[in-house]
């Protein structure tokens, strides 16, 4: 369990910003933080970490006292065992992709960095250096390098500071999958700044959203983004990308948004429709019904 009651004075541009946050995170779960630039986000992260040191209050890591303003008690970032993974890596340019991740290991521990080597899918190139990377390789190695200040810990907190966004899609997705997979091998407690609705849904148990320094709403991925109950029809905006015949019915492959999806549609839905064509998909107890916008 992890308890923050933390407050701090930021100063964002020419405002200053009183960093109000109480929060309690169960071990083993994985909870996003949400809101725009300057809320705290960052800081939060940081304050865990204990790269910055919050003004009041304290932190409390399964039963551990990690900060307390009263009695003037604050853990070292190295006595932590929290690892962070920054938005722009943070690697050291000078060393290999093994060294990278040895520097936070016992430097004779041969067999776990060998071991995360390969749950990264780094080892063919654990001689390389992080120049001669690409943003998914490089996103890999600072993964590792954070498992490994974790993983032999009784905490292994792992803090994520939007570490997907630069990233394209397809990569993202698989960099999530991931992500999620070692987070349940190794009983990480993970903590997500992220802006990508989809990605907190896919990882996140309970959600964070941060408005002036303070925690506004908390819930589920579910209560935060679909709290309103939705009347009648969803109607959504499409390409058709393709039409195929499939025995009796038919098959469009649309692209909705950056995502290709495949519904199945009778003869007349798809009379007079061609590959190009723009498309809206009203949909009521999840039964597509194609109408046909006009061109131009």
């Not at 709290?227 to 109607?235: E, M």
Request: aromatic share 4%; with cysteine.
């Amino acid at each position: 369990m992890i308890a923050i009651d933390i407050q701090k004075q930021l100063q964002t541009g020419t405002a200053t910003l009183a960093l109000n946050i109480q929060m309690q995170i169960a071990q083993g779960a994985m909870v996003s933080l949400l809101g725009s630039s300057g809320t705290g986000k960052t800081t939060l992260l940081r304050m865990l970490a204990g790269l910055s040191r919050p003004d009041g209050g304290h932190i409390i890591v399964n039963d551990q006292v990690w900060f307390d303003a009263n009695t003037r008690m604050f853990k070292p970032p190295q006595a932590r065992s929290v690892g962070m993974v920054f938005q722009d890596y943070a690697l050291f340019p000078n060393l290999s992709v093994a060294d990278n991740i040895a520097y936070a290991l016992n430097k004779t521990d041969t067999r776990q960095l060998a071991h995360l080597l390969e749950i990264t899918g780094l080892s063919a190139l654990s001689q390389r250096l992080p120049g001669s990377l690409s943003g998914g390789q490089k996103q890999r190695v600072a993964l590792a390098r954070a498992l490994a200040r974790v993983m032999l810990t009784e905490s292994r907190i792992l803090l994520l500071d939007e570490p997907l966004s630069a990233l394209d899609e397809g990569l993202r997705h698989q960099l999530q999958d991931e992500l999620l997979s070692l987070h349940r091998q190794f009983g990480l407690t993970t903590i997500l700044v992220s802006h990508d609705v989809g990605e907190v849904f896919k990882l996140a148990q309970q959600v964070y959203c941060l408005e002036a320094g303070r925690i506004a709403r908390q819930g589920t991925p579910a209560e935060i983004f679909l709290h309103q109950q939705v009347q009648g029809k969803l109607n959504l905006q499409a390409q058709v990308l393709a039409i195929r015949q499939e025995e009796v019915v038919y098959v469009l492959s649309l692209l909705v948004g950056q995502e290709i999806v495949d519904i199945i549609a009778s003869a007349s839905e798809v009379t007079g429709l061609n590959v190009g064509d723009r498309i809206t998909m009203s949909a009521k107890a999840f039964s597509p019904l194609i109408f046909k916008q006009p061109n131009g």
